[in-house]
């Protein structure tokens, strides 16, 4: 049985419910947190766990990559039109992400009638320095 879901423009006061009830549980692990959101835009906080590092110390690309999406996604869902997803994400790693929580930071630039067109960039919490820049599609 499949049921298809309404959808809810997330909101800053909205966000946290629809991350809890939209995303699988392997991504809600992850440890997102401080969820912030407004037309456009989404930012969170991936903080540094050793379940997610690889052998230097540093979070993983694959783990980071899936936080950049779900980001990106939450900053597509605040557009009144419900998302089918991800149509590309291309993602390029600028430094190792060890030593401090990170920052991800999700702009759409612009709404189409078919497409999303979103940027991300992911920062040290404590420096500001960028980690990773990603861009992204999002299909209507």
Known sequence: ???KLEHVVVTDETVAGVYE????????AL??????VSRG?????LPQDGA?????????GQALMAAIDTVVALAVST???????TASQSTQFLRPAFGDDLRIEANVLQFGSVLA???????FVSSGKLV????????F
């Open 21 to 28: 009830f939209i995303f699988a549980p392997w991504v809600k």
């Open 41 to 45: 835009k989404a930012s969170a906080r």
């Open 117 to 123: 067109y979103a940027e991300a960039h992911v920062t």
């Open 52 to 60: 997610l590092q690889w052998a230097n110390g540093a979070i993983c």
């Open 132 to 139: 990773a820049h990603s861009t992204a599609e999002f299909v």
């Open 1 to 3: 049985m499949t049921e």
């Open 31 to 36: 440890g997102l947190t401080d969820f912030r």
């Open 79 to 85: 557009h009144d039109r419900p998302s089918k997803g």
